[in-house]
């Protein structure tokens, strides 16, 4: 018990904090906008006044977190899920894109990392590759790689999905080969007197030992899986997902909509995340790898 | 010469031999300098069968005087024939790879020219296949452009590619990039010394460099206006968590072994940082400076989606892209990755000299 108050308690303060200083900085910033209009309005101001309108501008430059909220409850449990305004309609139609890149990715960097670890020259010449490819700015070229496929009649789901594929493939592979090449040498000389097959030591030996490292970088996949189908929803002229109403709240100064879109991205990354998290600590107690 | 390597060997021949055959039939369009590599080709897969010149080098050259003819020849219509020995130079460079890979006891010197060969030799084969296939399939150039034309384009707009890097890399993503980090690394110090304050700021940070935040761009551009002082904004929130979270894990790293004799020779608190904490923390920062790196021209390049006076890449990319000019676009992407590249080259090069005594810096003992 004192063990998780412990742990929680620290978090607490910090997320309080957090909570304070954006009350703090909302009053703060919106506070211009707000004097101006009492001094065009005529209207006489008490302090109290100033607080209490600031938190309920119609496009304050900062929302306050009630604000965001109550948009995220408007947008979400009162809207009809078909709604075009509906955030859960938003957030799905991002999911399936992270979802499908997500599992393009996997399964790429799946393939890779073994045909980098069994073979030396793939080794050797795709690995530096790899990595360079993460040195370009992939997420900043994504909107052109969408309105270039667009172009060939490529829309919708898989063009965003590409992107996804391309960001959340790199941790895999690193993590992946990294895992499969974790198995010490006293394991594999074990594995050699057994007689066994290169695709023996590779189903018994080398694929167990590297599910830990696929997990841990299956997190950061999915994570990166879900910026990269944000960002691939700016250019398609704002039509779905949560990255289109990033862009158009944007457009429209509605800076609720756009923290709202923000903060649930960012739930919906946690959420991920944590499923992920899940079915790994799920997978290796089922392995035996942990209590 | 093991199985795998013969299995590449044959496939080669047989694709050189094919192409033999498609320029046989189609008499005339191909040409006899082709009819002729085709035939060099199948020969020098079949050579593996009678163990004649095992050598790699032989493998290269067959594979290099396949692609130099192709090149020779590249224009919209190019022989059928063309493809199968395309193929068959690939499977021959791969070859030649394999070869060398498999051989040990190579000198030291040469060994480490070949770890930077390699990489060079299949990233030309890569841009030779993008060459070759986007011209000879006559791919639209609005979808692909062929290499060459890209590189045309870089060497007539280097003005305003430079203008662009000087607006989007020093001034948006450096200047952010050293601030975030900067102010990351103090605030990791000063962290340090509250054992509470770490515990809560440390989950908090984990999570939210998970977190999209390309997506307070809008925002920013909104608080700090259009030009480089939001794309920076966008840096130094982007930078800041990694490198607090890394920065922090680095400075618990100190085995206690290593604290406690630091303390016997009566170290100050100072003093034990210095020679003890941030060297031990070094690989860790390093690892958050390039994670980074990439990050703020990510950050820098996509807030320029949201607005921007009328110079950057990413303005460029979106108006160039608007205009159908893939190639400028193209162009921007090769400074991107130039910048990104180097930025991680260089960073690297440091980590080394910096941490020269970390095990995976070290040459390992054979």
């Known amino acids: 018990?004192?063990?998780?108050?412990?742990?929680?308690?620290?978090?607490?303060?910090?997320?309080?904090?957090?909570?304070?200083?954006?009350?703090?900085?909302?009053?703060?910033?919106?506070?211009?906008?707000?004097?101006d209009r009492y001094e065009k309005a005529g209207t006489e101001w008490q302090m109290r006044d100033l607080v209490r309108d600031t938190m309920a501008q119609e496009r304050p430059v900062l929302p306050a977190p009630h604000q965001i909220v109550a948009e995220i409850w408007k947008t979400t449990v009162k809207k009809k899920i078909t709604s075009k305004r509906s955030l859960i309609y938003h957030g799905s139609v991002t999911l399936s894109s992270t979802l499908l890149g997500f599992a393009m990715g996997t399964i790429l960097g799946i393939g890779l990392a073994v045909s980098i670890v069994e073979n030396r020259a793939m080794d050797k010449s795709l690995m530096p590759w790899i990595i360079t490819s993460q040195t370009i700015p992939i997420l900043a070229i994504a909107p052109m790689i969408i309105v270039v496929l667009n172009a060939v009649g490529l829309s919708g789901l898989v063009p965003k999905a590409m992107i996804s594929t391309y960001l959340s493939f790199f941790p895999v592979v690193v993590g992946m080969v990294k895992g499969l090449r974790s198995p010490d040498p006293m394991l594999m000389d074990l594995m050699r007197t057994y007689r066994s097959s290169r695709l023996q030591t590779f189903w018994k030996l080398r694929l167990p030992a590297s599910v830990p490292f696929l997990f841990a970088s299956m997190k950061v996949a999915i994570a990166i899986s879900l910026v990269g189908a944000i960002v691939g929803e700016l250019p398609t002229g704002a039509v779905a997902g949560l990255g289109a109403r990033l862009l158009a709240g944007s457009y429209y100064g509605q800076t609720i909509q756009i923290w709202s879109a923000l903060i649930s991205a960012a739930c919906m990354a946690a959420i991920l995340v944590g499923v992920v998290g899940v079915i790994s600590h799920l997978t290796l107690r089922r392995m035996g790898l942990r209590a | 010469m093991t199985g795998f390597q013969r299995t590449i060997a044959t496939l080669g021949g047989l694709a050189a031999a094919a192409a033999l055959v498609i320029a046989f039939i189609g008499s005339?369009?191909?040409?006899?300098?082709?009819?002729?590599?085709?035939?060099?080709?199948?020969?020098?897969?079949?050579?593996?069968?009678?163990?004649?010149?095992?050598?790699?080098?032989?493998?290269?050259?067959?594979?290099?005087?396949?692609?130099?003819?192709?090149?020779?020849?590249?224009?919209?219509?190019?022989?059928?024939?063309?493809?199968?020995?395309?193929?068959?130079?690939?499977?021959?460079?791969?070859?030649?790879?394999?070869?060398?890979?498999?051989?040990?006891?190579?000198?030291?010197?040469?060994?480490?020219?070949?770890?930077?060969?390699v990489p060079v030799f299949f990233g030309a084969w890569i841009i030779f296949a993008w060459e070759v296939l986007t011209i000879g399939l006559q791919i639209p150039t609005v979808l692909l452009?062929?290499?060459?034309?890209?590189?045309?384009?870089?060497?007539?707009?280097?003005?305003?590619?430079?203008?662009?890097?000087?607006?989007?890399?020093?001034?948006?993503?450096?200047?952010?990039?050293?601030?975030?980090?900067?102010?990351?690394?103090?605030?990791?110090?000063?962290?340090?010394?509250?054992?509470?304050?770490?515990?809560?700021?440390?989950?908090?940070?984990?999570?939210?460099?998970?977190?999209?935040?390309?997506?307070?761009?809008?925002?920013?551009?909104?608080?700090?206006?259009f030009d480089w002082q939001s794309k920076a904004a966008v840096v130094v929130v982007m930078t800041f968590f990694p490198m607090l979270v890394n920065t922090v894990a680095g400075l618990q790293a100190t085995q206690a072994m290593e604290r406690d004799l630091l303390r016997t020779y009566a170290s100050s608190y100072f003093q034990l940082l210095i020679k003890l904490r941030l060297p031990t923390a070094a690989p860790f920062i390093f690892n958050a400076l390039k994670i980074n790196s990439t990050l703020a021209l990510i950050g820098a390049i996509v807030a320029e989606f949201f607005g921007t006076p009328i110079v950057g890449l990413g303005f460029r990319i979106s108006t160039e892209v608007g205009r159908m000019n893939v190639d400028m676009v193209w162009a921007e992407i090769?400074?991107?990755?130039?910048?990104?590249?180097?930025?991680?080259?260089?960073?690297?090069?440091?980590?080394?000299?910096?941490?020269?005594?970390?095990?995976?810096?070290?040459?390992?003992?054979?």
């Open chain 1, 1 to 35: 018990m004192t063990g998780m108050v412990n742990r929680v308690a620290p978090i607490a303060v910090v997320v309080a904090a957090i909570m304070i200083i954006w009350y703090g900085f909302t009053v703060h910033l919106n506070a211009p906008w707000q004097i």
């Open chain 2, 334 to 366: 090769v400074v991107a990755a130039l910048a990104g590249s180097l930025s991680y080259g260089l960073l690297s090069l440091l980590e080394r000299q910096v941490t020269f005594w970390h095990p995976s810096n070290r040459r390992k003992t054979p």
């Open chain 2, 145 to 225: 452009p062929p290499p060459s034309m890209i590189a045309v384009r870089f060497a007539e707009s280097t003005s305003i590619l430079w203008a662009d890097f000087q607006q989007t890399v020093i001034k948006a993503a450096l200047s952010g990039y050293i601030l975030g980090c900067g102010s990351a690394f103090m605030v990791a110090i000063l962290i340090d010394r509250v054992p509470f304050l770490q515990r809560g700021l440390l989950p908090v940070g984990n999570f939210v460099s998970a977190l999209p935040i390309v997506g307070i761009a809008p925002i920013m551009v909104m608080w700090f206006g």
């Open chain 2, 28 to 117: 005339g369009e191909a040409g006899i300098a082709l009819l002729a590599a085709s035939l060099v080709l199948a020969l020098a897969g079949m050579r593996h069968h009678f163990s004649l010149w095992p050598q790699a080098r032989v493998d290269l050259v067959a594979s290099l005087g396949g692609m130099a003819l192709l090149l020779s020849r590249l224009d919209g219509d190019m022989p059928t024939a063309s493809w199968p020995l395309l193929i068959a130079c690939w499977l021959f460079g791969w070859l030649a790879v394999e070869k060398t890979m498999a051989a040990r006891n190579l000198p030291k010197a040469l060994s480490s020219v070949l770890s930077l060969a």
